[in-house]
């Protein structure tokens, strides 16, 4: 069964960079058809799709985040990442990793990490 | 971006009653591309349904979609004590974008 685990630090500071890793075991990253993608939820913005990215290291990513967001895949490791840059209090959510069917919707979630971002 | 608004905010009813929840687009979703999740207190969303109509794995037969263009439901045909919980819609016609949720609560 596929599983998707995120990690990261649960507190950032304002204008620093969020950085989470989200490792998947269960299958492979490199398995075609399928992207892997985060998706944030808070109170005030509900469920935002942030970006995805292929095995192949090509991207997409929501264009309300800026050019903020960076998102990899170490396909040796298999796990993929996300970098927020210049995080503000806006930036506190619960942060998802999740599998996507070809850039569709997610089949499979992690559990999700809570990222607040105060000083 | 296509907004997505999911109707009622709130949804009141017994165990055993049949639910109706709603997600209207601001345009026409292409290809029938949206997906219904079911999330509960504490957990992360689960897919239900995807390509409007289609069960996910696992997903039992009470629950199915239906709607086409910018008007799309989720009905859940009898309720059971474990559908209690928060449902989204989501579409992937163009980028990625989600409903804010319909809460279908206890009566």
Known sequence: QLQLQESGPGLVKPSETLSLICAVSGGSISRSSYHWGWIRQSPTMGLEWIGSVYSSGTTYYNPSLGSRVTMSVDTAKNQFSLNVSSVTAADTAVYYCGRQRNFDYIDFWGQGTLVTVSS | ?107
């Open chain 2, 1 to 107: 971006e296509i907004v997505l608004t999911q109707s009622p905010g709130t949804l009141s009813l017994s165990p055993g009653e049949r639910g109706t929840l709603s997600c209207r687009a601001s345009q026409t979703i292409n290809s029938g591309y949206l997906a219904w999740y079911q999330q509960k207190p504490g957990q992360a969303p689960r897919l239900l349904i995807y390509g409007v109509s289609t069960r996910a794995t696992g997903i039992p037969d009470r629950f199915s979609g239906s709607g086409s263009g910018t008007d799309f439901t989720l009905t859940i045909g009898k309720l059971e004590p474990e559908d209690f919980a928060v449902y989204y819609c989501q579409q992937y016609g163009s980028s990625l974008t989600f409903g804010g949720g319909t809460k279908v609560e206890i009566k």
